[in-house]
């Protein structure tokens, strides 16, 4: 027998500390007894007898201080001193936690729950004192109703502790060893199975689903008021059997399948009328599917009619459609109707939408280089090449451009008989001299072929003989970019364009004698389209059967305009998100031409006065891509709506900061701030409010009280 004095119950006295008696039955025992006894001892003298005793490492935490009064007047065994040394430590409010390397720690109890507490299985649950934690299966009752009770009987201010893990349903108790299996008993003994079997109702005349919907509606209202979850049976529908399966508690369970069968009563007549209003589906597109079903059952049932020789195989259906509210009037047997209430319910879904965004990039480089000289003689020689102006041109609008004097008018002097009066060479005498008038020169056609020329050109003309040299290098760069995107829903096609329809001409017609002719026209679209019908597969993959075209006009030619044309015609499975390539080209042009006059021409060096060079390098790169974003529900496609408005705005916002010096208004239009997803319609006061009517309204509710 041992007694246990805590420190406050009798006067402290001296620190005296009695080591403890080990009385051996013989000399070659095997195990020691202990008989302590420890008076007003201090308690890390104590730890210390215990564990030079036990031969047992223990490390002591600074904060364990104070004194202990114990004896026992048994012999005890190793286990049992061992036990007896946890007890004296708990009623002292410490604990002990041993390490797995054999290390005892002792330490307050209130910090033993955060400490590296071994944990225990069913098998081995530990004794006594010792400090535990264990993992608790629980399978019948919620571990969230029952670890409030738990903490109620564990010592949650020291080292016991109750926490609960919800999607595994366990239980998490740290403690002392005896008061942990205590509690797992208790939920041994609470966790019991109840009377939880499930039953199957088979239906006649009523509908599964709609017999499901008015129990649950019913078992709704149980649950506001307060009924426990265990008390309110489960009921699901199978529409493949027509049946619906209970399980629960058994006098709850009773009472809803007695509910069930009540339900399942025949109609006061065989006909059936029910109105069905469409959530998604187009009422009049539903009818014929509807129709092709009803058919195939009437035919498998007219078939089973001439073995069991029903009366009602014979009965009419009608399924019609009301366009103005979106809805089916149908008039069907029971088992029909429920046939297909199962099809409209299953049709009726909200549909999935595929937003489809092309990347068309064109990148087009172009460099070219002509150099040519060329000659003419006064006396008719002349050196000429096609890919330059042409030097005996340029000679007759220069000629044309000279100005001109008309001839003068010249009197000569006679005798008195009329004879000419020559001097002494033999010439003529002058009598008068009337200078001509001045005439300016034609520059049109000196102006009109210098406004073809490209780059420089350099002529020069000295004794007769004139030289042309003309050169000139060109470069271009050009890079578009197109996004168009649409949105459609799934398997429907969708097409967008954007650009304009131009006038061409498809047909003339001239009578003999012209008096009745006439043109046919054809308006083309130009410029860019895009024509996609998706298909959402199983996951998250999506076909495309995409039509694209980037077209323009290119100029006129001999008989009408001609234009420039890209276009894929292609099928193509790409996953939700993902970015793949369609098609593209990628196209590298160089021509070199080289024009010159035989034998001069190849003359090292002075050849480059009787030749013409012409170099041109183009190179396009065109790639045309497309990206698919399945949609299927409305917060997807408000996110996307979000990002392509944000993307404007940022645009405009841009634009207003940077100003336009060409604007006479500094004023340019921003959209509004997208925030609609945080907006909550307004309160009631806040409406009368606005409309000045809250204090009229709070008056005459004074009033009326």
Same mark, same amino acid.
């Given at each position: 027998?041992?007694?246990?004095?805590?420190?406050?119950?009798?006067?402290?006295?001296?620190?005296?500390?009695?080591?403890?008696?080990?009385?051996?039955?013989?000399?070659?025992?095997?195990?020691?007894?202990?008989?302590?006894?420890?008076?007003?001892?201090?308690?890390?003298?104590?730890?210390?007898?215990?564990?030079?005793?036990?031969?047992?490492?223990?490390?002591?935490?600074?904060?364990?201080?104070?004194?202990?009064?114990?004896?026992?007047?048994?012999?005890?065994?190793?286990?049992?001193?061992?036990?007896?040394?946890?007890?004296?430590?708990?009623?002292?409010?410490?604990?002990?936690?041993?390490?797995?390397?054999?290390?005892?720690?002792?330490?307050?109890?209130?910090?033993?729950?955060?400490?590296?507490?071994?944990?225990?299985?069913?098998?081995?649950?530990?004794?006594?004192?010792?400090?535990?934690?264990?993992?608790?299966?629980?399978?019948?009752?919620?571990?969230?109703?029952?670890?409030?009770?738990?903490?109620?009987?564990?010592?949650?201010?020291?080292?016991?502790?109750?926490?609960?893990?919800?999607?595994?349903?366990?239980?998490?108790?740290?403690?002392?060893?005896?008061?942990?299996?205590?509690?797992?008993?208790?939920?041994?003994?609470?966790?019991?199975?109840?009377?939880?079997?499930?039953?199957?109702?088979?239906?006649?005349?009523?509908?599964?689903?709609?017999?499901?919907?008015?129990?649950?509606?019913?078992?709704?209202?149980?649950?506001?008021?307060?009924?426990?979850?265990?008390?309110?049976?489960?009921?699901?529908?199978?529409?493949?059997?027509?049946?619906?399966?209970?399980?629960?508690?058994?006098?709850?369970?009773?009472?809803?399948?007695?509910?069930?069968?009540?339900?399942?009563?025949?109609?006061?007549?065989?006909?059936?009328?029910?109105?069905?209003?469409?959530?998604?589906?187009?009422?009049?597109?539903?009818?014929?599917?509807?129709?092709?079903?009803?058919?195939?059952?009437?035919?498998?049932?007219?078939?089973?009619?001439?073995?069991?020789?029903?009366?009602?195989?014979?009965?009419?259906?009608?399924?019609?459609?009301?366009?103005?509210?979106?809805?089916?009037?149908?008039?069907?047997?029971?088992?029909?109707?429920?046939?297909?209430?199962?099809?409209?319910?299953?049709?009726?879904?909200?549909?999935?939408?595929?937003?489809?965004?092309?990347?068309?990039?064109?990148?087009?480089?172009?460099?070219?280089?002509?150099?040519?000289?060329?000659?003419?003689?006064?006396?008719?020689?002349?050196?000429?090449?096609?890919?330059?102006?042409?030097?005996?041109?340029?000679?007759?609008?220069?000629?044309?451009?000279?100005?001109?004097?008309?001839?003068?008018?010249?009197?000569?002097?006679?005798?008195?008989?009329?004879?000419?009066?020559?001097?002494?060479?033999?010439?003529?005498?002058?009598?008068?001299?009337?200078?001509?008038?001045?005439?300016?020169?034609?520059?049109?056609?000196?102006?009109?072929?210098?406004?073809?020329?490209?780059?420089?050109?350099?002529?020069? !003309?000295?004794?007769?003989?004139?030289?042309?040299?003309? @050169?000139?290098?060109?470069? *271009? =760069? $050009? #890079?578009?970019?197109? /996004?168009?995107?649409?949105?459609?829903?799934?398997?429907?096609?969708?097409?967008?364009? !954007?650009?304009?329809?131009?006038?061409?001409?498809?047909? @003339?017609?001239?009578?003999? *004698? =012209? $008096? #009745?002719?006439?043109? /046919?026209?054809?308006?083309?679209?130009?410029?860019?389209?895009?024509?996609?019908?998706?298909?959402?597969?199983?996951?998250?993959?999506?076909?495309?059967?995409?039509?694209?075209?980037?077209? $323009?006009?290119?100029?006129? /030619?001999?008989?009408?305009?001609?234009?420039?044309?890209?276009?894929?015609?292609?099928?193509?499975?790409?996953?939700?998100?993902?970015?793949?390539?369609?098609?593209?080209?990628?196209?590298?042009?160089?021509?070199?031409?080289?024009?010159?006059?035989?034998?001069?021409?190849?003359?090292?060096?002075?050849?480059?006065?009787?030749?013409?060079?012409?170099?041109?390098?183009?190179?396009?790169?065109?790639?045309?891509?497309?990206?698919?974003?399945?949609?299927?529900?409305?917060?997807?496609?408000?996110?996307?709506?979000?990002?392509?408005?944000?993307?404007?705005?940022?645009?405009?916002?841009?634009?207003?900061?940077?100003?336009?010096?060409?604007?006479?208004?500094?004023?340019?239009?921003?959209?509004?701030?997208?925030?609609?997803?945080?907006?909550?319609?307004?309160?009631?006061?806040?409406?009368?409010?606005?409309?000045?009517?809250?204090?009229?309204?709070?008056?005459?509710?004074?009033?009326?009280?």
């Amino acid at each position: 027998m041992s007694i246990l004095v805590r420190p406050g119950l009798i006067k402290q006295i001296s620190a005296l500390t009695l080591s403890a008696a080990m009385i051996f039955s013989a000399p070659t025992a095997i195990s020691a007894e202990y008989s302590p006894n420890f008076k007003g001892t201090d308690i890390n003298e104590f730890i210390n007898i215990v564990g030079k005793n036990l031969k047992k490492t223990i490390i002591v935490d600074p904060n364990v201080r104070g004194k202990i009064n114990v004896r026992s007047y048994d012999l005890l065994t190793e286990d049992q001193y061992y036990q007896f040394f946890l007890n004296v430590l708990e009623v002292y409010d410490y604990a002990v936690v041993e390490m797995s390397n054999g290390v005892i720690k002792v330490i307050r109890d209130k910090d033993a729950k955060t400490s590296s507490i071994p944990v225990v299985e069913d098998q081995e649950q530990g004794d006594g004192d010792a400090m535990v934690t264990r993992v608790v299966q629980v399978y019948n009752v919620s571990v969230k109703e029952l670890s409030p009770l738990l903490r109620q009987l564990n010592d949650q201010a020291g080292g016991g502790n109750v926490v609960h893990y919800d999607p595994s349903n366990v239980i998490m108790l740290t403690g002392r060893a005896a008061v942990v299996n205590r509690l797992a008993e208790i939920i041994r003994r609470v966790d019991q199975a109840g009377d939880q079997e499930v039953e199957i109702v088979n239906l006649k005349f009523a509908s599964a689903t709609e017999v499901v919907r008015i129990i649950d509606t019913l078992n709704k209202d149980a649950a506001k008021n307060r009924t426990p979850d265990n008390l309110i049976p489960k009921v699901v529908a199978d529409d493949r059997t027509n049946s619906v399966i209970v399980s629960g508690e058994g006098t709850a369970r009773n009472r809803t399948i007695q509910m069930i069968k009540r339900l399942d009563s025949e109609l006061e007549s065989s006909g059936n009328t029910k109105v069905y209003y469409l959530k998604y589906a187009n009422s009049e597109d539903m009818v014929k599917v509807l129709q092709g079903v009803s058919s195939s059952i009437a035919q498998d049932k007219a078939g089973g009619a001439k073995t069991t020789t029903s009366s009602k195989s014979n009965r009419d259906i009608s399924i019609e459609a009301h366009p103005d509210s979106n809805a089916l009037v149908i008039t069907a047997e029971p088992d029909m109707m429920r046939s297909l209430e199962a099809v409209i319910r299953q049709l009726d879904i909200r549909r999935a939408q595929v937003q489809v965004e092309a990347i068309i990039v064109e990148v087009f480089e172009g460099d070219g280089f002509n150099l040519g000289v060329q000659w003419i003689s006064e006396d008719g020689g002349m050196v000429q090449f096609t890919n330059s102006t042409p030097i005996g041109s340029i000679a007759v609008g220069a000629e044309q451009a000279r100005t001109r004097y008309e001839a003068d008018e010249i009197t000569y002097r006679t005798d008195s008989s009329g004879a000419p009066v020559y001097d002494d060479d033999g010439n003529r005498v002058i009598a008068s001299v009337v200078e001509g008038d001045e005439i300016q020169g034609d520059f049109s056609t000196l102006a009109s072929l210098l406004g073809g020329v490209n780059g420089t050109l350099v002529g020069v !003309v000295k004794d007769g003989w004139g030289a042309v040299l003309q @050169a000139v290098t060109t470069a *271009t =760069n $050009s #890079n578009i970019l197109a /996004t168009p995107s649409l949105t459609t829903l799934d398997n429907q096609e969708a097409s967008f364009i !954007v650009g304009q329809e131009v006038p061409t001409i498809t047909g @003339a017609t001239a009578s003999s *004698t =012209n $008096s #009745n002719p006439f043109q /046919t026209v054809e308006r083309k679209e130009v410029g860019i389209k895009l024509k996609v019908t998706p298909q959402i597969n199983e996951g998250n993959a999506v076909m495309l059967t995409i039509e694209q075209e980037v077209s $323009s006009v290119a100029g006129a /030619t001999g008989v009408d305009v001609s234009f420039n044309k890209r276009e894929i015609k292609t099928t193509v499975m790409a996953d939700d998100g993902a970015t793949i390539v369609l098609g593209g080209l990628i196209d590298e042009d160089i021509q070199e031409s080289v024009s010159k006059v035989p034998l001069l021409g190849d003359i090292p060096i002075i050849g480059n006065l009787f030749k013409s060079t012409s170099n041109t390098k183009r190179k396009r790169n065109l790639m045309v891509f497309i990206k698919p974003t399945i949609i299927r529900d409305g917060l997807s496609q408000s996110k996307v709506s979000h990002r392509k408005y944000n993307f404007l705005r940022a645009q405009q916002i841009k634009r207003q900061s940077e100003g336009n010096f060409l604007s006479y208004s500094d004023d340019i239009s921003v959209l509004p701030e997208w925030d609609d997803h945080m907006a909550l319609p307004p309160s009631f006061e806040e409406y009368l409010s606005e409309k000045g009517a809250l204090k009229e309204y709070l008056k005459k509710h004074d009033e009326q009280e």
